[in-house]
């Protein structure tokens, strides 16, 4: 029975063998987050078996935790800092043993989960809620990652505008990972939105739409989008492309962006415009963040006056709102 333990754990630097030295007391030596019946915990220690919290976060982040600790982002005392009593390439062989445990693959790695941009629809299935404002325009955004690629979304705007019925309209919508590679630090996801006759919408409208992001180096980071718009009694009425880049690393906790947008309708004046922005991690474990920045129009019917736009979101997959600051 030993030696069919130490053959499981592999060598004493292993993965396995320094998990079961440093954290079975406390996530159980399977991993599922049962502590051993001396253990006093605090807080109930995370279920590693649980495929779509353990492929979430960057391996990176995994990696600090392990190092620091939990206080280190805002996370539990129980978690201790192993910096000082182990080597780096020791954490890493820990992590990616932890990790491993989730046993299934075809889930997305947290490495493909980029900033959120302002117009460019993220490739990644998230859970999140947003809440965006734009001049006089407001949008409660809720997204709920449904298994390893699908993801359903609601949306409620409103326009407080000085016009009657301050309701803008919703939005439901559902998007599909169809292809990403960890190797290429890349990933594609194909979706639908759809929007009934709802507030100020009078006519039902359908976008699907094709959306994208890669990591091109480790300084730069790119998303993109295509979009097409189906009106209701109009048929097919407008093409959008949105195009964004970015850091590919936090500058402090700020990432800075900027994306173009070029729609072309069926009929009327082709529009572009430009959207610089700045994208802030607020919470020290980064499941709050925020971005701030404006639209510039630059192509299309006059005016046209540049207006501000802002977001706040939690990603509330990752932890509840008030840990991890």
């Given at each position: 029975m030993v030696a069919l333990l130490l053959?499981?754990?592999?060598?004493?630097?292993?993965?396995?063998?320094?998990?079961?030295?440093?954290?079975?007391?406390?996530?159980?030596?399977?991993?599922?987050?049962?502590?051993?019946?001396?253990?006093?915990?605090?807080?109930?220690?995370?279920?590693?078996?649980?495929?779509?919290?353990?492929?979430a976060e960057t391996e990176d982040r995994w990696v600090g935790i392990v190092a620091q600790g939990g206080a280190a982002f805002g996370l539990s005392l129980d978690m201790p800092a192993f910096g000082d009593a182990a080597t780096p390439e020791q954490i890493r062989a820990?992590?990616?043993?932890?990790?491993?445990?989730?046993?299934?693959?075809?889930?997305p790695p947290g490495e493909?989960?980029?900033?959120?941009?302002?117009?460019?629809e993220k490739a990644y299935p998230e859970d999140e809620v947003v809440i965006t404002d734009e001049a006089?325009?407001?949008?409660?955004?809720?997204?709920?990652?449904?298994g390893k690629?699908?993801?359903?979304?609601?949306?409620?705007?409103?326009?407080?505008?000085?016009?009657?019925?301050?309701?803008?309209?919703a939005t439901a919508a559902l998007k599909f990972n169809a292809w990403h590679s960890l190797e290429r630090?890349?990933?594609?996801?194909?979706?639908?939105?759809?929007?009934?006759?709802?507030?100020?919408?009078?006519?039902?409208e359908v976008e699907p739409f094709f959306a994208f992001g890669a990591s091109l180096a480790s300084a730069l980071m790119v998303q993109g989008q295509?979009?097409?718009?189906?009106?209701?009694?109009?048929?097919?009425?407008?093409?959008?492309?949105?195009?964004?880049?970015?850091?590919?690393?936090?500058i402090g906790r700020v990432v800075p962006m900027v994306e173009a947008e070029?729609?072309?309708?069926?009929?009327?004046e082709r529009t572009l415009s430009f959207y610089p922005q700045m994208w802030v991690r607020l919470s020290r474990l980064g499941h709050v963040a925020a971005s701030f920045g404006a639209e510039l129009p630059a192509v299309g019917p006059e005016p046209r006056h540049p207006k501000l736009i802002a977001f706040v979101l939690w990603d509330y997959g990752d932890a509840p709102l008030l840990r991890g600051w």
């Amino acid at each position: 029975m030993v030696a069919l333990l130490l053959a499981t754990q592999g060598p004493p630097d292993s993965g396995g063998a320094l998990f079961q030295a440093w954290c079975k007391s406390c996530h159980g030596a399977d991993g599922r987050g049962t502590p051993a019946a001396t253990t006093r915990l605090e807080v109930p220690p995370a279920d590693l078996k649980d495929c779509k919290a353990s492929t979430a976060e960057t391996e990176d982040r995994w990696v600090g935790i392990v190092a620091q600790g939990g206080a280190a982002f805002g996370l539990s005392l129980d978690m201790p800092a192993f910096g000082d009593a182990a080597t780096p390439e020791q954490i890493r062989a820990v992590v990616r043993y932890a990790r491993s445990l989730c046993g299934e693959p075809g889930w997305p790695p947290g490495e493909l989960n980029f900033p959120r941009a302002f117009v460019v629809e993220k490739a990644y299935p998230e859970d999140e809620v947003v809440i965006t404002d734009e001049a006089r325009g407001q949008e409660f955004i809720y997204e709920h990652r449904l298994g390893k690629r699908f993801q359903m979304e609601a949306s409620a705007r409103t326009a407080f505008d000085g016009l009657p019925n301050s309701f803008d309209g919703a939005t439901a919508a559902l998007k599909f990972n169809a292809w990403h590679s960890l190797e290429r630090r890349a990933l594609a996801s194909f979706g639908v939105e759809v929007t009934p006759p709802l507030g100020r919408q009078t006519l039902w409208e359908v976008e699907p739409f094709f959306a994208f992001g890669a990591s091109l180096a480790s300084a730069l980071m790119v998303q993109g989008q295509v979009v097409t718009t189906w009106e209701e009694a109009g048929g097919v009425t407008a093409w959008s492309y949105r195009l964004g880049v970015g850091g590919g690393r936090e500058i402090g906790r700020v990432v800075p962006m900027v994306e173009a947008e070029w729609v072309v309708p069926g009929a009327g004046e082709r529009t572009l415009s430009f959207y610089p922005q700045m994208w802030v991690r607020l919470s020290r474990l980064g499941h709050v963040a925020a971005s701030f920045g404006a639209e510039l129009p630059a192509v299309g019917p006059e005016p046209r006056h540049p207006k501000l736009i802002a977001f706040v979101l939690w990603d509330y997959g990752d932890a509840p709102l008030l840990r991890g600051w």
